[in-house]
């Protein structure tokens, strides 16, 4: 593809905030050098129209979470964003987490979607949200998992709760 409208093409930059823009298809490398964790905060790649929310705590793009919304969906069933056919997490520190440099989790096969994730959709969609333990958390797992949605999960929503999948 043509990437020469990027901004930053075959560049470098010391900048903490930039923009670009990229309409080819195929694959976006993104090369960095040092902490990308650090006090200024992860990477992140942001749509167009987004910043606003995403400064504000939202990382949902606004046309997935009114498209729930509307369709007024009563569950969501997460099975899919937590890999639950061969998700094989069994300790809590296992799991991809929201703050992470990526939502990759090695036991889960692939990127899996953080609780605390699931729950921020959920809160904002209106919707209880079905949730895959996966098959071999261990105790602590169950319980670290039990008091994230407890403490996080809007009060009016329900939890369920499925081991593995099916």
Do not use: Q
Not at 67 to 92: C, P, Q
Not at 94 to 100: I, K, L, Q, S
Not at 105 to 120: K, N, Q, T
């Amino acid at each position: 593809g043509d990437y020469s409208t990027a901004t930053l093409y075959n560049g470098w930059t010391t900048a903490t905030s930039f923009t670009f823009s990229y309409s080819a298809t195929g694959l976006l490398a993104i090369w960095s050098e040092g902490s990308v964790t650090n006090s200024i905060g992860n990477l992140s790649i942001i749509i167009p129209g987004h910043l606003t929310s995403w400064n504000a705590g939202n990382v949902w793009n606004t046309d997935f979470i009114n498209f729930h919304k509307n369709a007024k969906f009563s569950v969501l069933r997460m099975m899919d964003w937590g890999i639950a056919s061969s998700n094989i997490e069994t300790y809590w520190s296992d799991r991809a987490t929201a703050t992470g440099i990526s939502l990759y989790s090695p036991a889960a096969g692939g990127a899996s979607v953080p609780y605390e994730l699931m729950i921020d959709a959920a809160n904002r969609i209106g919707a209880d949200p079905w949730v895959c333990v996966p098959h071999r958390a261990d105790t602590s797992h169950i319980s670290s998992m039990s008091a994230l949605f407890a403490s996080s999960l809007n009060s009016d929503r329900k939890l369920w709760l499925e081991l593995g999948n099916e």
